[in-house]
């Protein structure tokens, strides 16, 4: 079972909708996640954030954060004067403190129990601040774009190459170099407690990072959008399996 993270918002943001019902919340989460993680053998769980995150860690056997809108500045000592006030059940793309505070939880309750942890795009960022690490609030424009105008799905821009450490799980997933799509203007900054950053674009922006000793992966492309086969995805289902295999479930 992996549990898959996502957002809440009010149904009056779907088009067709009953208007009866408009003030009504549903909680959501790409379904190419689902998609991918079954083919990969996983059993796909979306996960609320009223699922107590160490109780659904007695359950769950692998943690996917995924993307969204940007990690509230107050959680990792940013500039909360770009907060808008704006209400994220009404607009999806503006600060979830709400989701934020969940996925934080989440991903030091799966940590303490040594749950695989995925973290996409934006699921990599709170992995980061989780473990006490800053954001770098927006990217300036540079000769990597990050911010990229390209539709979903689609494996990226070639200027978009990722290299990676060697001897990294990421190193061991992908065949060398590798371009990626990328959809993103914030980055991991300031490394937290026990972060590697072992993956890099030409201009140093951080893709993928991980925790030495523990089955924790982020990577700040999306894997669910790739037109090619994207390991990571299934990396998360196998050391999940091997979790299962190990605690004799």
């Known amino acids: 079972m992996i549990g898959i993270t996502g957002r809440r918002f009010r149904l009056s943001l779907v ?9 009504r919340c549903m909680d959501t989460s790409m379904s190419d996640f689902a998609t991918r993680v079954a083919d ?5 769980v979306h996960l609320s954030y009223d699922t107590d995150p160490e109780a659904i860690c007695d359950w769950i056997s692998g943690v ?6 940007d990690v509230h500045p107050s959680c990792w000592g940013g500039d909360t004067s770009v907060v808008r006030g704006l209400d994220p059940r009404t607009d999806p793309m503006v600060h979830d403190l709400q989701r934020d505070e969940y996925e934080i939880a989440l991903i030091r309750a799966a940590l303490e129990r040594g749950i695989p942890v995925l973290g996409v795009c934006r699921g990599m960022q709170v992995l980061n601040v989780a ?8 990217l300036a424009p540079g000769a990597v774009s990050h911010l990229s105008a390209e539709t979903a799905p689609t494996d990226g821009d070639v200027d978009h190459l990722v290299s990676f450490v060697d001897g990294s799980i990421a190193a ?30 030409a201009d140093g922006v951080v893709e993928a990072i991980e ?12 894997p669910e959008w790739m037109k090619s086969t994207d390991p990571t995805l299934t990396w998360v289902v196998r050391e999940a399996a091997r979790l299962m295999q190990r605690s004799g479930s």
């Open 40 to 44: 990969a053998g996983g059993l796909p």
């Open 131 to 138: 473990l006490g690490g800053t954001l770098v609030p927006d």
């Open 64 to 69: 996917l954060v995924s993307g969204g809108q």
């Open 172 to 201: 061991g997933l992908f065949d060398g170099d590798v371009v990626t799509n990328s959809w993103h203007h914030q980055a991991v900054d300031r490394r937290g407690v026990g972060v590697a950053v072992t993956g890099r674009t």
């Open 15 to 23: 088009e067709g909708s009953d208007e009866r019902y408009g003030d």
């Open 211 to 222: 925790v030495p000793g523990h089955p924790v992966l982020g990577v700040q492309w999306h």
